[in-house]
């Protein structure tokens, strides 16, 4: 529906992976696009094989009638100050505000393990109110920057990293002001220990950006308890589309736009193609979506 607030888009993951070129990394991005709007999909966030040029990925993705939706940026807050980070994204943050963009995915890379060869419970972690207080103010002051320039730093917790638990999420919201803005991931929040609609509701106010994931709750038992790294998690199927694994994305829906919520929900789910076809799960992910989006939503009696 054209003037729903809410969209939906998708991350190309679904047909190549950055992390694990092996996994679809001969799809060209050409298919992805076609498929991802045949489909009915809005737009796309990026990845390494869209155009680092501002104007040529406007070309590329009017070409399809697809718009961009943001595009995942490295960031190392937690080793390098604010005015460093902002030398070093000055060039993706063109490319987000030229294509239309309102956030930006930040995912702090500093010390992370989510590409090592290393068991997910040696992530870094901030081990002071201290710690976290110095990460929250130099997160802030680079949010400044990007919000500067028409585009909020949309902060995704991620496995591996320094923000993974519910309540990483709950003190990097108290230790960051409000220019940061949270990137709710349902399948994270889940694999990282969490109730994904308790932590939707408790930060509502601050979410401006949503990855729809779901997942397979018994292979995330497992990757706990066999100490799985990241990857390894991810090869064995913890993750899938949405309407394929254990979370309410229909509770998530309805506190969303009850909440008032615009922006976007994508489907970005982590899997190997050669085992979940990119077109028959893009297309799962998108239906089970948009069937919530365009059914009323549930009142609750008092």
């Not at 589309?241 to 509770?251: K, N, R």
Request: aromatic share 10%; with cysteine; glycine share 10%.
């Amino acid at each position: 529906m054209k003037n729903d607030p809410i969209r939906i888009g998708i991350n190309p993951i679904s047909w190549s992976n950055d992390d694990l070129p092996s996994l679809g990394g001969e799809t060209p991005l050409s298919t992805a696009l076609t498929e991802g709007k045949a489909i009915g999909y809005e737009g796309f966030e990026l990845g390494n094989k869209f155009p680092k040029d501002p104007g040529e990925l406007r070309d590329l993705m009017a070409g399809y009638g697809l718009d961009v939706v943001s595009g995942w940026y490295s960031g190392r807050a937690a080793a390098r100050s604010a005015k460093e980070e902002s030398e070093a994204a000055g060039a993706h943050l063109r490319l987000l505000a030229e294509n239309g963009c309102k956030v930006m995915v930040y995912g702090e890379v500093a010390d992370a393990i989510q590409g090592e060869p290393l068991p997910l419970y040696k992530r870094p972690r901030f081990r002071t109110d201290d710690a976290w207080k110095r990460y929250g103010e130099n997160l802030t002051a680079f949010a400044r920057f990007t919000l500067s320039h028409g585009v909020r730093l949309a902060y995704h917790h991620h496995m591996g990293a320094y923000v993974e638990s519910p309540d990483d999420i709950d003190r990097l919201m108290a230790h960051t002001g409000d220019e940061v803005g949270l990137l709710f991931d349902s399948g994270h929040t889940f694999f990282g220990g969490g109730d994904p609609v308790a932590v939707l509701d408790r930060h509502i106010g601050r979410i401006c950006h949503v990855h729809c994931k779901d997942v397979r709750a018994e292979v995330v038992k497992l990757a706990r308890n066999r100490h799985w790294t990241f990857l390894e998690s991810v090869l064995n199927g913890a993750f899938t589309v949405p309407g394929d694994g254990v979370i309410d994305f229909a509770a998530i829906v309805d506190r969303l736009r009850a909440h008032g919520y615009q922006g976007w929900l994508v489907v970005e789910a982590e899997q190997d193609p050669a085992v979940a076809p990119s077109y028959a799960y893009a297309d799962k992910g998108y239906r089970t979506l948009r069937a919530l989006l365009d059914r009323e939503p549930v009142r609750e009696v008092a």
